[in-house]
């Protein structure tokens, strides 16, 4: 577990890397995007299931609605023409620097607590019970109306519409 631990983190942080190194849009995209999936990976590996599963679907969505707009308003449909995602580099390396710096620093200079009490049995029940209290069932409905709602959008946004080929009920 803490090798795959490791090689998920590294991954993460070098296809993270690899969105301002690549040359184009798309690469940039799939970059991203597994960048995305190792966080996801990482999460389930802590034992948050819930959240990990959430964070790979929505992650994966995401992504596919950036590439169908990439290719719908790009100039570049297929996003593979040279170009930078990166602006202003110099500004950029001093204050990643710096906020690098300070962080690294944070993480030497404070005291850590001890520990006190021991994990929840449910992880992502407690998570969502903190996130959200007692508005947790109002939240599922919402999700399931939500998807129910994107389902009936490409239902009756096909060509041939609720009805079929004919428009017969």
């Not at 991954?11 to 996801?40: D, E, K, W």
């Not at 919402?142 to 080929?165: N, P, Q």
Request: aromatic residues 8%; positive net charge.
């Amino acid at each position: 577990m803490t090798v795959l631990f490791w090689v998920l983190a590294v991954a993460a942080a070098g296809s993270g890397a690899a969105v301002f190194a690549v040359g184009s849009m798309a690469r940039a995209t799939f970059a991203l995007l597994a960048s995305f999936l190792c966080v996801g990976g990482e999460l389930l590996l802590a034992g948050l299931h819930y959240l990990g599963a959430l964070v790979v679907l929505m992650m994966i969505m995401e992504m596919l609605v950036m590439a169908v707009f990439m290719v719908m308003y790009m100039m570049d449909p297929a996003g593979l023409m040279p170009m930078s995602m990166a602006h202003n580099r110099r500004a950029a390396l001093v204050v990643s620097g710096a906020v690098f710096a300070a962080l690294a620093a944070g993480i030497v200079a404070i005291p850590w607590p001890e520990r006190r009490g021991s994990p929840p049995h449910d992880p992502a029940f407690a998570l969502g019970q903190a996130i959200m209290g007692p508005k947790m069932l109002v939240m599922i409905v919402i999700g399931v109306a939500i998807l129910a709602t994107m389902i009936a959008t490409v239902v009756l946004a096909t060509r041939t519409g609720r009805y079929g080929e004919d428009g017969a009920r």
